[in-house]
């Protein structure tokens, strides 16, 4: 069974949201590194920026992290290098939140360089954490079932949905 969480127009407010909740959060920064996880996460992210260069004068760095989401053990490649983020403020940015395994790992992968902090971003949190991990810029948070699935489509129209 399929039900409908958020739809495109809640989607889209969302994002507005969570970019002014960004930029508030980082209203001294010059710059921020906007760390989207592959797939889903890394669209997510591209609307972010789109709506921080709307409302802010902060230079957005757009980053792409690409991992294992079940092996995350097996490495993360970035789309930059490490020195580029040094001393730099990073979001990282997810579509769901569910266990927390793929935000704790992101998070670990900035911490070989010292930064000034680093905050997490998720349209969905469903609050089924393994991890001691928490989403600081959360679009939803839904209690679900374990059995229950969230997926996101950012394809238009955009819809989240919870499938059991």
Same mark, same amino acid.
């Given at each position: 069974?399929?039900?409908?969480?958020?739809?495109?127009?809640?989607?889209?407010?969302?994002?507005?949201?969570? $970019?002014?909740?960004?930029?508030?959060?980082?209203? &001294? *920064? +010059?710059? @921020? !590194?906007?760390?989207?996880?592959? =797939?889903? %996460?890394?669209?997510?992210?591209?609307?972010?920026?789109?709506?921080?260069?709307?409302?802010?004068?902060?230079?957005?760095?757009?980053?792409?992290?690409?991992?294992?989401?079940?092996?995350?053990?097996?490495?993360?490649? $970035?789309?930059?290098?490490?020195?580029?983020?040094? &001393? *730099? +403020?990073? @979001? !990282?940015?997810?579509?769901?939140? =569910?266990? %927390?395994?793929?935000?704790?790992?992101?998070?670990?992968?900035?911490?070989?360089?010292?930064?000034?902090?680093?905050?997490?971003?998720?349209?969905?949190?469903?609050?089924?954490?393994?991890?001691?991990?928490?989403?600081?810029?959360?679009?939803?948070?839904?209690?679900?079932?374990?059995?229950?699935?969230?997926?996101?489509?950012?394809?238009?129209?955009?819809?989240?949905?919870?499938?059991?």
């Amino acid at each position: 069974m399929k039900t409908a969480i958020l739809n495109q127009q809640e989607i889209e407010y969302k994002i507005r949201r969570i $970019a002014f909740q960004i930029y508030e959060s980082n209203l &001294n *920064e +010059s710059q @921020i !590194i906007l760390a989207g996880i592959k =797939n889903k %996460g890394f669209t997510f992210a591209e609307k972010i920026k789109a709506c921080l260069e709307e409302i802010s004068d902060i230079n957005i760095q757009l980053v792409s992290l690409k991992l294992d989401k079940k092996n995350p053990l097996n490495g993360i490649e $970035a789309s930059i290098s490490s020195s580029e983020y040094k &001393n *730099e +403020s990073v @979001i !990282i940015v997810d579509d769901v939140l =569910n266990s %927390g395994s793929t935000l704790i790992y992101a998070v670990n992968f900035f911490l070989d360089q010292p930064v000034k902090k680093i905050q997490t971003a998720v349209l969905v949190d469903r609050s089924h954490k393994k991890y001691p991990i928490k989403a600081d810029f959360v679009g939803l948070s839904l209690s679900t079932s374990l059995s229950e699935t969230v997926k996101v489509n950012f394809d238009s129209p955009y819809t989240a949905y919870l499938l059991e």
